[in-house]
């Protein structure tokens, strides 16, 4: 495979998946991990990519102060319409990180009268533009690639939580569930799945049929997926045999 496949290879699993490793990548592109460090290290300079230990960030997914282009926005923006109408005013709604959650908090109504915990650093402050709602965040150590609390600490608060509903943002879903890469980000989303009454996962169709090497929960343990196809769409048709696909 030449560089620019490798590269435009590693920037598409980066829009999908909002990291890479580069261990795995290693084994996907059939290259030595110094060839897929040089690749990420000429990204980066270009901008297109946040370099990290071990791998690499989407540069639309890590929150700074400066704006950058979402990846799919339409997409994310479309099952943020999807699961704001499963909000009612007097919830305590359990939100994850992510862009797409990011899209949903930006979609609630102004007047929604609702209580929001979440671990998320962007999605906390995305919540202080909605003043009616209450906004809890949990804090302790910070996942730097997450962008979210992780840790014991975190986890044993979000134990005590009897939430209305959780809406998680997904990295990777298949036949088989939920899955992730960073151990302490699955700790943390399997309590916040654990303390809620209705469990969502958000995803664009993209990450469908996809994993990771660690999972979160199994498909059935969720009560809705949501995605930005239409009801039915064959895509999604298989899934829809385990849980509710909205």
């Known amino acids: 495979m030449l560089k620019k496949e490798r590269q435009a290879y590693i920037t598409q699993q980066l829009n999908i998946h909002n990291k890479v490793l580069s261990s795995d990548l290693s084994v996907q592109l059939n290259v030595s991990e110094d060839t897929v460090r040089r690749d990420l290290n000429e990204l980066s300079e270009e901008g297109k990519l946040l370099k990290v230990h ?4 989407s540069t639309g997914f890590h929150f700074t102060l400066e704006n950058h282009s979402i990846y799919s926005l339409p997409e994310k923006q479309a099952i943020a319409r999807k699961a704001v109408k499963l909000i009612k005013d007097g919830m ?8 797409t959650i990011r899209e949903l ?8 009268n609702a209580t929001f915990i979440t671990v998320s650093v962007p999605i906390a402050l995305e919540l202080l533009n909605h003043p009616g709602s209450e906004v809890i965040f949990l804090g302790n150590r910070l996942s730097k690639s997450a962008q ?3 840790g014991a600490e975190v986890v044993t608060k979000i134990a005590g939580i009897n939430a209305d509903i959780c809406f998680l943002g997904t990295n990777s879903v298949d036949m088989q569930g939920v899955s992730d890469m960073e151990w302490e980000v699955i700790e943390v989303k399997k309590a ?6 209705v469990k ?16 979160i929960c199994k498909l059935e343990e969720l009560d809705h997926l949501i995605t930005e196809l ?10 829809q045999q385990k849980l509710s696909v909205l």
């Open 148 to 150: 979210m609390a992780v």
């Open 192 to 197: 916040m799945l654990a303390a809620s009454k």
């Open 105 to 112: 908090v930006k979609s609630l109504p102004l007047e929604l």
């Open 54 to 57: 071990g791998g690499a960030l």
């Open 230 to 239: 239409e009801p039915g769409d064959p895509v999604t048709r298989p899934y």
């Open 200 to 215: 969502v996962s958000l995803a664009i169709s993209q990450k469908l049929d996809t994993h990771q090497r660690l999972r």
């Open 92 to 99: 305590l709604v359990l939100l994850s990180g992510g862009t």
